[in-house]
């Protein structure tokens, strides 16, 4: 595990030699503590302009998702801006032939940032979440992020051929937060459309106390690994 460490080390230092990646790292603390103060000082206002009783509040669980969700993605970004430049200038053809191999590599750079996002985006919501999100709740939440984190880095990593177009990528990675979009704003059938979506079934999950949350959990899950096994395989024709 050496070499995957030393390379895991080496990454981290290339990841904060860039000022736009370093402030991509600290945004989940920034937007967590933007919506734990920001978002009850805004349910006050518009309740008080309003004279609804509220507004903002049956929401806020959709704040907490939203940066469970976001951080892996983040984290994700900042790597795969590492790993475009590692396959363009040949740096990456040098280390699978080192002791470290493809599979190192991998790790260094997918399994293991993903892992601190998804530690860092529970830390973040144990502390600042807004809504009664349960313990389980959260750490289910770690759990799913960090193989979301995966297997999306994977895809947009096999889809772009630099760095270019891996920015360009990374930015229909929003269209994760559609899921839970469409499960609290939603109502009818209509919404299973987004069913297609992991983070759509695990909104469910949190959403639903009963044998149907726990089936959406089981259905995110599912649909986590296929997509995992999917992006694996067409990262591994890339690299």
Same mark, same amino acid.
């Given at each position: ?29 920034? $937007? ?37 969700? =976001?951080?892996? &993605? ?17 740096? @990456? *053809? ?26 860092? %985006? ?17 750490? $289910?939440?770690? &759990? ?21 177009? %891996? ?14 979009? =469409? ?9 299973? $459309? ?12 949190? @959403?639903?106390? *009963? ?27 890339? &690299?």
């Amino acid at each position: 595990m050496k070499p995957v460490y030393i390379a895991f080390s080496r990454f981290i230092r290339e990841i904060f030699k860039d000022a736009m990646l370093i402030a991509i790292t600290f945004l989940p603390v920034f $937007l967590g503590l933007l919506f734990k103060f920001g978002v009850p000082f805004a349910e006050a206002f518009l309740t008080a302009k309003t004279e609804m009783p509220q507004v903002l509040l049956p929401y806020y669980m959709l704040f907490d998702l939203t940066i469970i969700f =976001a951080t892996p &993605v983040m984290f994700g970004y900042a790597g795969l801006m590492v790993i475009l430049e590692e396959r363009d200038t040949g740096v @990456l *053809n040098y280390l699978a032939v080192t002791p470290l191999g493809m599979k190192g590599y991998l790790l260094s750079r997918l399994v293991l940032i993903s892992a601190i996002a998804s530690v860092y %985006g529970f830390a973040v919501e144990l502390f600042l979440r807004l809504s009664d999100l349960s313990l389980v709740q959260l750490l $289910l939440g770690c &759990v799913f992020s960090f193989f979301t984190g995966i297997w999306l880095v994977c895809l947009i990593g096999a889809l772009a051929s630099n760095k270019v177009e %891996g920015l360009a990528f990374s930015k229909f990675s929003g269209f994760l937060i559609l899921g839970p979009f =469409a499960a609290f704003f939603i109502k009818d059938w209509v919404k299973y $459309l987004a069913g297609i979506l992991p983070t759509f079934w695990f909104t469910e999950f949190c @959403l639903n106390q *009963n044998a149907y949350g726990i089936a959406a959990l089981a259905v995110s899950f599912a649909l986590t690994a296929a997509y995992i096994l999917f992006a694996l395989k067409k990262i591994a024709k890339r &690299v």
